[in-house]
Each structure stands twice: as C-alpha cells, then as structure tokens.
C-alpha cells in the first residue's frame, strides 16, 4: 500500500500594508487615548489640589465617598477678599460639590463673580457675612438652579460643620405614645426608627431630602409625622415605615410640629415664620396660616384641653394662638435670645422654655410672666423637656445636659459627655433620658444616677452602634 505523504503547515505572519488612512486613524486614536488620560490626570491633580486648599484654610469637607465631596464648609475670619478668591477658583475643579457654605467670610461683589463658575452647585449658604439681601437676591437670580441663602448662623449646625459628619448630626427625636419606640431624624434626610427594647440596629429610611428637622407621633398611635429641610411635611405608617402621605405648603424649612387633642389637625412651624393648620381628615390636606413672626419658628407646643398653640421665635418672643380664628392671644417676651424649644405640662400648668441666651425660663401661664429662670448652662440652650409627672426637667445645649427638680427647683445632676445636644426626651417610664447630639450620636442616660447607660452611633464616620 502507497504511502501518504505528509503535509507540512507553515504559519506565516500576515503581512499589514499601512496606508496613509490607516496611519492617521491610528495616530487620530493614540492622541485621543493621550489626551483623554492627561486630562483625567489634569483633573484629578486639580481636585486633589483644591482639596489641599480647603483644609489649608480650615476648611471641613463632608459626604467624601468615591472621590466626589457632597458639601464644603469654610469658616475663618483671618481669609481677606483676594485669599477667598483665590480658593474659590479652586473649588470649582471639585468633584461633585452640591453645597458651599461659608461663615463670617469677606463676601465682595468681586469675591462672588466667583459663584458663577461652579457648575454642580446646588446650594450656597452664606452666614454672617458682609453681603447685603440686594447682592444675594442678584446671585440667586444669575444661578437659578441654586438655592442661596443669607442667614445667622446656628450654633448647632455650626459647631457641628467643623466635623466631617455634619450631615449625620442628629436634630429631632420622638418617643412613641406606648413607650416601646422612638425616632431620631438627621442631617442628611434619614429618619431612624428604633426599639427602646434592644437599642440596636434600627430600621433607615430617606424621610427627607435635607435635614429632617421635626417628629411627632400622632395621638392615634398608628403614624408619624416629620418635617424636613425640603420644606416639605410626610406621614409615615410606624408599623410599615411606609409614607402615607406628603404635605406641601410651607415656603422654608419645616422646624416643629404638633397636634390638635383629637388628633384632627396637624400643626407645623417653620423658617418662613409661619404657623399652619392642617386638616388631616381632608384628602386634600388643606392648610392654613393662623399666625405668624417676626422671625423664623424653631419649636411649638399644643395646650391640652383648649387646643390653643404656643410657638417659639427666634425673634425672642413666645406666640400664644387660637389656631381656629388665628387670634394671638398673648406674647410672652422676657427672653434676650432666640426661642428654641418649648415644653408645657398642661395638668400642671407648667411651660418651659430654652434660649440661645443661656437659660430656661418657667412660665406662670395665668399672668404670662417667668416664675423661675434656671441658668446651670454654659452656652446657649437648645432643647427643653419635661417628665410625665412635670416635676423633672431637662435641657440641653452647647455643654451638654442638665436635670432639675422643679418643686425643690434645684439641679439633680448634669451630664458633660456630649457638646451640642440638639434634642432630648424622656423614655422607658422616665428611667432614661435620650439625648442625640451634633455628632450623631444618642446617649441613653439613667436619670436616677445621672450615669451613661448606652451609647448608639449613626453617623458613618464613627460606624453605626452601641458602647
């Protein structure tokens, strides 16, 4: 039989004939690949160096993730108008930057030309500064996809922008009629529902797009309301944790809440000075105005039986309302800050009231005028809160928290272990104290031993937890 021959493969290397197009599209795809990455490199060298500015100045950057920065803070009264425009024209390579606020800073028209070229900007605070209402209202009419702001600043949102966690600082708290629950709303919109049972790993929701600033729970025992820094009011299922309703009427941020005895309306404050009524049992959720400040409203109380609504001002006075004529029965001015919260034991005829000046006041509520001023604090007071039986009270403020007995109207103890406490309550049958802080944290005090018993983190910066 006839052999086969073998046959023998050979691989040849294709042989490429470079063309005068081939060469241009090839040249044309190498320069975009450079260019595209010395841009990239330009960039990220731009951010890194703008960030290096900022914390140069002082300057605290918050919401820091994936190489994009959420807010920047600046605030340093030493920066001259030339060193802000300088840093200005530094911000605008920062990446993702939605919100600038600046403190006491040299505001020029010069210095806000600067403005202009931040292309991500979504809101611009501007505090203490020396910009007149006119140059604000001609920068917010030259960036209308911005919100611009002219305020003084807060005490408590400014100790706690010069951490990195400012939009985890917590600034209301609510403890459920039936003692088994309670909220805690924060800087960043998110609303936490947790056990008074287990004190660990509560239920997050996005309540709010900015700042939730207010909680109430209805009398009924079945929802929750909360107002936000989006000007906005929600009704939340507590069981579900589902939104069951929004409330749209407010032109400001939405501060303090509160409801008719029936449980019929819903009464909210807020930055637009005004005080609204609002009639849960329309569809429609009709509202009113039935009465209004001189300055914004940070806190408000209902009076038992009568349904008559007292509100705080910051423009130091306390409004006394029938909410269904809008008659303002009375005003209570002996305060010499703003008004910041109000706590009132209708059965006792007890009102408290806290101020940026540094004291509460306990009111006589048949001539109007202060029975007692409790001045244990260093700093101004922010929050004021009473027992279920109305003879303990506390507050709290820049130093952290005091306790008192009202019918001896002496301190019992004073709790130093949080700066900047926003809100307080009592919970667990008057055994704790809950007092949630600038930082995010809520500390559970013991209020027979004026002792720490618990301490819950929600900001990230610190990890989500219990010590």
């Known amino acids: 039989m006839e052999q086969q021959p073998v046959r023998r493969f050979r691989f040849r290397w294709p042989r490429f004939r470079f063309g005068t197009r081939t060469l241009f599209i ?6 975009v690949g450079i260019g595209w990455g010395s841009l990239h490199f330009y960039r990220n060298y731009r951010h890194d160096r703008a960030m290096a500015a900022i914390r140069e100045v002082g300057g605290r950057i918050a919401g820091e993730a994936d190489g ?7 605030r340093n009264p030493d920066i001259d108008d030339a060193k802000l425009i300088e840093l200005l024209a530094h911000l605008r390579y920062v990446r993702g930057m939605e919100e600038l606020d600046l403190v006491e800073l040299p505001i020029t028209d010069e210095v806000a030309q600067q403005f202009y070229g931040l292309p991500r900007l979504q809101r611009l605070y501007l505090y203490q500064t020396d910009l007149s209402a006119q140059a604000v209202e001609r920068i917010a009419k030259a960036l209308p ?10 005490p408590v949102a400014s100790g706690l922008a010069k951490t990195t966690i400012y939009r ?17 709303g924060s800087g960043d919109g998110t609303l936490r529902w947790w056990s008074i049972h287990n004190l660990t790993d509560p239920d997050i929701i996005a309540a709010h797009k900015t700042w939730t600033f207010a909680a109430a729970y209805h009398p009924d025992g079945k929802r929750l309301v909360t107002g936000g820094g989006d000007n906005m009011i929600r009704v939340w299922d507590i069981q579900t944790h589902q939104q069951l309703a929004e409330l749209a009427g407010h032109d400001d941020d939405v501060h303090a809440l509160g409801f008719s005895p029936d449980g019929a309306e819903l009464y909210s404050a807020g930055d637009d000075m005004t005080l609204r009524s609002w009639n849960l049992n329309d569809p429609a959720y009709a509202a009113e105005v039935v009465g209004m400040h001189d300055e914004q409203i940070p806190c408000l109380t209902v009076a038992g039986v009568s349904g008559e609504v007292l509100t705080g001002s910051r423009d130091e006075t306390i409004g006394w309302w029938r909410p269904d004529s809008g008659e303002r029965l009375r005003t209570l001015a002996d305060h010499t800050g703003d008004v910041m919260s109000l706590a009132l034991d209708a059965q006792q ?18 001539n109007g005028r202060p029975q007692h001023v409790l001045s244990g604090h260093q700093g101004r007071v922010f929050h004021v809160a009473l027992d279920s039986t109305g003879s303990r009270l506390a507050s709290s403020g820049e130093d952290g928290v005091q306790v008192w007995d009202l019918e001896a109207d002496a301190p019992l103890f004073a709790y130093a272990g949080a700066r900047y406490v926003s809100t307080i309550a009592f919970a667990n049958g008057d055994n704790w104290l809950l007092a949630a802080d600038a930082e995010g944290f809520v500390h559970v005090i013991d209020t027979l031993s004026g002792k720490l018993y618990r301490k819950m983190a929600t900001a990230r910066a610190h990890g989500a937890g219990t010590r």
């Open 68 to 74: 994009k920065v959420e807010r920047v803070y600046l």
């Open 349 to 366: 005829g007890v009102l408290a009231s806290a101020s940026y000046d540094g004291t509460v006041r306990i009111w006589d509520l048949a």
């Open 145 to 154: 996809h911005v919100e611009v702001k002219l305020d003084k600043p807060d």
């Open 26 to 31: 090839l040249f044309t795809l190498l320069s």
């Open 168 to 184: 985890h600082a917590i600034m209301s708290l609510a403890v459920s009629f039936d003692g088994t629950q309670f909220v805690t």
